[in-house]
């Protein structure tokens, strides 16, 4: 008895739960045979090459791409394979790569958005209004469509907008891709802050980056994909920043 009640079941433990999984699109298939989990309360860091498979990894959790083999279990529920319009509902955030605002949308609305799968419409406009006071880089595109946005903004609105989503697994896809150093501390900035508020609340955060020392900054976990396999997965500090980019890099 004693035996049983010490053990702990990863895939209870963990909010997400990712045993044996390969995903792909249509016939090619682009992750092999994945384990990993989130647990509540944590960040988790994907970090690896151009081309590993981040962006496909995400794109499994959510439906967007092809979960051919293992199994995705999200609060104790089986993921695998669900339509991708049920992740909202089921408090699943997906800020993507590129962004992808309402390009002719201000940054107002597009921080509305997040909030569709929410019924409470005054907490969703409560939030919109907490994330402009908060931030004066969104403050400033508040009323400016996303397509006239410099990436810097647009990449602070599209995290505004998961955050909005009050999401209790939030997926971040490279938000530092295309942006200035200056730009990219300050989206860490933001980052760093929501993700202190949605931890606090229990929720999980996976974060894809190819920028490894901004992703070791706020990460408990990392995981180093690459050409579709792990070939690291390990709390924080276990390999110094360095070692991480050369376990990709050769
Ligand atoms: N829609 C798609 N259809 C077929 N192959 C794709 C598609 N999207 C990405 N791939 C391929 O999957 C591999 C991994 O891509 P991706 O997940 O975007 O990598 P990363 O995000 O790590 O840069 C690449 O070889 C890419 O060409
Ligand atoms: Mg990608």
């Known amino acids: 008895m004693w035996v049983r009640a010490m053990t702990t079941d990863v895939s209870t433990a963990s909010l997400l739960h990712l ?42 959790i959510v439906g967007l791409a092809s979960v051919v083999a293992g199994s995705v ?29 309402f390009p002719y949308a201000s940054g107002t609305m597009n921080l509305w958005s997040g909030g569709y799968p929410r019924r409470d ?20 595109v508040s009323r400016r469509n996303a397509n006239v946005m410099s990436g810097g ?32 501390e300050e989206v860490f900035r933001v980052l760093t802050e929501i993700s202190g508020g949605l931890l606090e609340k229990n929720a999980a955060i996976i974060l894809v980056e190819q920028n490894v020392n901004m992703a070791l900054e706020i990460a408990d976990h990392v995981c180093v994909l690459a050409a579709g396999e792990i070939v690291h997965d390990g709390r924080r500090g276990e390999l110094p920043a360095s070692q991480i980019g050369d376990l990709y890099l050769h």
């Open 73 to 101: 279990t999200y609060d104790s529920r089986n993921l695998r394979n669900m339509r991708p319009e049920r992740a909202g509902g089921m408090g699943i955030a997906y800020v993507p790569q590129g962004r992808w605002l």
């Open 153 to 184: 903004e647009q990449q602070v609105v599209a995290i505004g907008r998961g955050l909005v989503a009050e999401p209790r697994l939030l997926l971040i896809d490279e938000p530092s891709l295309g942006l200035a150093p200056v730009l990219v």
């Open 121 to 140: 419409r005054r907490a969703v406009d409560r939030d919109v209004k907490g994330f402009l006071s908060r931030w004066p880089v969104a403050q400033r």
């Open 19 to 60: 045993d044996a999984v390969s995903v792909a699109y249509g016939e090619t298939v682009v992750l092999r045979d994945l384990t990993l989990s989130v647990a509540p309360g944590e960040v988790l860091a994907v970090v690896g090459p151009n081309g590993a498979g981040k962006t496909t990894l995400l794109n499994g």
